[in-house]
Antibody, heavy 123, light 107 residues
Framework: EVILVESGGDLVQPGRSLRLSCAAS????????MHWVRQAPGKGLEWVSG????????DYVDSVKGRFTISRDNAKNSLYLQMNSLRPEDTALYFC????????????????WGRGTMVTVSS | EIVLTQSPGTLSLSPGERATLSCRAS???????LAWYQQKPGQAPRLLIY???TRVTGIPDRFSGGGSGTDFTLTISRLQPEDFAVYYC????????FGQGTKVEIK
């Protein structure tokens, strides 16, 4: 069974940092691009960042560029999101998501989702 | 950046009725890299359709996707009680983007 389990969410003050982790199992992690998607309370889905299978390509939504860094450790089957200079508008449930993986040089649809980890940014 | 606009915001229908959801892109979606997701309260989204019209294995055939270029639709032929949920379209390929969602509620 393919499983993604996020961790690291917390209540933090504006301007502080947080690192999210995602543990993957049940598939060959190193063969797939991975993503972070967030959902603010009562709102829609927002893609945050994606990383290719070999770390060769990363991309971010404009609102987090320069503040968030996505990374992965294929040896540990793990995905990470380092979030710096957090803002109240970053408050959301953060999902770890697996890419469908049909394209070697592009991102595909998102076929497996974790349950999410909650990040709350408030003073 | 492609902006996806979904309509209507809310669709009020009865079980057994047909639901037609629209997703319009601000510019053409390359190679129909368009997906549809279903999200129920308290759950993660679930992929239903990719490449505009290809159903994911295990998704009932009452769900169908269509369209190309800038205009796409998700049709649920006969609504079942478990289909009442929020539906999102998404373009992928380069920087993925989601539409704002359409809520399908029981009338």
């Amino acid at each position: 069974e393919v499983i993604l389990v996020e961790s690291g969410g917390d209540l933090v003050q504006p301007g502080r940092s947080l690192r999210l982790s995602c543990a993957a199992s049940g598939f060959k992690f190193e063969d797939y691009s991975m993503h972070w998607v967030r959902q603010a309370p009562g709102k829609g889905l927002e893609w945050v960042s994606g990383i290719s299978d070999d770390n060769g390509r990363v991309d971010y939504v404009d609102s987090v560029k320069g503040r968030f860094t996505i990374s992965r450790d294929n040896a540990k089957n793990s995905l990470y999101l380092q979030m710096n200079s957090l803002r109240p508008e970053d408050t959301a449930l953060y999902f770890c998501v697996k890419d469908f993986g049909n394209f070697p040089h592009l991102f595909d649809a998102f076929d497996i989702w974790g349950r999410g980890t909650m990040v709350t940014v408030s003073s | 950046e492609i902006v996806l606009t979904q309509s209507p915001g809310t669709l009020s229908l009865s079980p057994g009725e047909r639901a037609t959801l629209s997703c319009r892109a601000s510019q053409g979606v390359n190679s129909n890299y368009l997906a549809w997701y279903q999200q129920k309260p308290g759950q993660a989204p679930r992929l239903l359709i990719y490449a505009a019209s290809t159903r994911v294995t295990g998704i009932p055939d009452r769900f169908s996707g269509g369209g190309s270029g800038t205009d796409f639709t998700l049709t649920i032929s006969r609504l079942q009680p478990e289909d009442f949920a929020v539906y999102y379209c998404q373009q992928y390929g380069r920087s993925p983007r989601f539409g704002q969602g359409t809520k399908v509620e029981i009338k």
